[in-house]
């Protein structure tokens, strides 16, 4: 009796890994679920971050400040033999002076003026002045660069030798400025604006003002985007607390679970939380995620229970290389560890219980456009055998690379506000993966509609399509919309290749206070080994920010 007992969990064992792992018509393994919902939590954190740095951008076009113009008879040449360069300069301009020998005339230094002008705009530097100084015959070109003298309306919340290390006492680069002011975007009740007050000797005073209110916010919120195993409603809710050390730092809590009314009461729950703290152009954070499910399992009319959990723990530095006007450019590095195990009545299921510990490094850019922004990373992530799961396989280092692309625009047709999204998500690694590392093709976020499936592999990409036309009225904004995904994943090693493509329609509604809803209807289609599966699905979300 043992041993039929044993070979029947084992038997299960390996149908419930096939079962998570492919498609073919089955409803999604929970455990697979809850494996990904703990990345999930830590992707909204990140998600709702990135969408309230998005909506500070705005579009800057090049403005000139004003330049000395040299009076004088254009083309003759003035009585000089040299020009002399005066003052400390933190932008090279050697090649734009001119030769020894050369006319100097009205014309050329007005042009010398402006190509000065440009070079220190470039970098950064809108406050500088440039006189010309004659003596004798030698020409000076005076140029006094606006110093910082002085950083006030530092609080609790904003502490200028976290946003604005080693500003004081240098030249104003407007770059550094916007790079400090940036960080305090992870703020949901705090708003931080700077004044900036030119003294006459030329050096700068700069005010910093914080539109608070209060240190804390959060949100509730419910929808269906649970499994039907765990019960498809979940309750949401989250907390952000601006500057908990007064390190202008920003630290994040997420929690979820669901409900499902039935005696064995099914569940599945997760916590996650993101700490961040800026040092000018550098970003330090840490982050932690833990996810639990339980569920029942009948066959033949019997109950087996299965449950599991996944935690995940990490470190992540971000150092913005390059900022301009209308583009930030940053390099990351990020070291983390997930440990995951699936039982079947108390056995462990051993293929679904990795241990993994990965370093990442990658690129990412964001670039804002008069109609939009564009934002694009490129990730590599190399597996290290530090560790090792219940199954061989997880015992070998992996290699991947991913590819984000997400572009957001929008356009005005009369009176008529059109907004599109779209989004890109790829992935490639020649060696097996967990299924938690591979790129899930079919449920809510990448194709749509057909959240009931499952297809995972190493190897494919998602384009996700909105177009949403966005209308106001009083406090409400209303937004319906459709979309329409398509995508194709191919495991390793090659098998057959699954495509899957849907549509989608939705409504989008956002009031002034803090409330949201979304309904969504959405069809898809895939096909596998020959074989084309549909479905479809209702999703509905209720939020409210408090």
């Not at 998600?47 to 000139?64: D, N, S």
């Not at 500088?128 to 002085?150: C, D, H, M, N, W």
């Not at 939705?506 to 803090?514: E, I, S």
Request: proline share 3%; hydrophobic share 35%; with cysteine.
């Amino acid at each position: 009796m043992f041993r039929f007992k044993s070979a029947l969990r084992y038997a299960l064992l390996l149908w419930m890994v096939q079962f998570g792992a492919t498609a073919q018509g089955a409803y999604v393994s929970d455990h697979v679920n809850v494996q990904r919902s703990a990345q999930r939590e830590l992707d909204r954190i990140r998600h709702e971050q990135q969408q309230r740095r998005i909506l500070q951008q705005q579009y800057q076009p090049l403005q000139a400040s004003e330049q000395p113009t040299f009076q004088g008879r254009g083309q003759s040449c003035l009585d000089y033999q040299q020009l002399l360069l005066v003052g400390k300069t933190r932008v090279d301009i050697e090649a734009l002076l001119p030769r020894a020998g050369e006319c100097l005339n009205a014309d050329r230094l007005n042009q010398l003026s402006r190509d000065i002008t440009t070079a220190y705009l470039n970098k950064g530097y809108l406050h500088q002045s440039l006189a010309f100084e004659p003596k004798g015959q030698i020409l000076y070109l005076r140029i006094t660069e606006g110093v910082v003298r002085s950083i006030s309306g530092a609080d609790a919340i904003v502490n200028p030798q976290m946003l604005f290390p080693g500003l004081q006492g240098d030249a104003l680069n407007i770059h550094r400025l916007d790079q400090g002011l940036d960080h305090t975007n992870r703020f949901l009740s705090n708003r931080v604006t700077v004044d900036v007050l030119p003294q006459e000797d030329g050096n700068i005073d700069l005010l910093l003002r914080n539109t608070s209110a209060g240190r804390a916010s959060g949100y509730i919120a419910l929808d269906n985007s649970g499994s039907q195993g765990t019960g498809q409603w979940v309750a949401r809710t989250g907390l952000i607390i601006d500057s908990p050390f007064a390190l202008s730092d920003s630290l994040t809590f997420s929690a979820s679970h669901s409900f499902k009314n039935r005696h064995f009461d099914p569940y599945s729950r997760s916590l996650a939380f993101q700490y961040s703290v800026p040092y000018g152009y550098w970003d330090f954070s840490v982050f932690g995620s833990i996810s639990q499910y339980r569920t029942a399992l009948a066959i033949n009319n019997n109950q087996y229970e299965l449950d599991g959990r996944t935690w995940q723990a990490g470190g992540r530095v971000n150092y913005v290389f390059s900022r301009g006007s209308n583009h930030v450019s940053s390099i990351y590095g990020q070291l983390e560890r997930i440990a995951a195990r699936g039982r079947f009545e108390k056995s462990v299921i051993y293929l679904q219980s990795p241990s993994i510990v990965n370093a990442q490094l990658g690129w990412s850019h964001l670039q804002v456009m008069p109609s939009g922004v564009l934002m694009s990373d490129v990730g590599f992530e190399q597996g290290l055998p530090w560790v090792s799961g219940y199954a061989d396989e997880y015992k070998k280092a992996y290699r991947k690379v991913n590819l984000n692309l997400n572009a957001q625009f929008h356009h005005r047709s009369g009176q008529t506000l059109w907004r599109h999204n779209h989004e890109l998500i790829a992935q490639y690694s020649p060696d097996f993966l967990p299924t938690i590392k591979q790129l899930e093709l079919l449920d809510r976020y990448a194709i749509r509609g057909l959240g009931r499936y499952s297809a995972a592999a190493e190897k494919g990409a998602v384009l996700r399509n909105n177009l949403y036309l966005s209308v106001s009225r009083g406090d409400w904004d209303i937004e319906p919309y459709v979309g329409f995904d398509i995508g194709v994943i191919k495991p390793t090693p090659a098998t057959d290749t699954v495509w899957g493509h849907s549509w989608s329609v939705g409504l989008k509604l956002n009031h002034r206070q803090g409330a949201e809803a979304r309904v969504e209807f959405s069809k898809g289609r895939f096909k596998e080994d020959r074989e084309s599966l549909s479905d479809s699905s209702l999703s509905l979300k209720l939020m409210y920010w408090f």
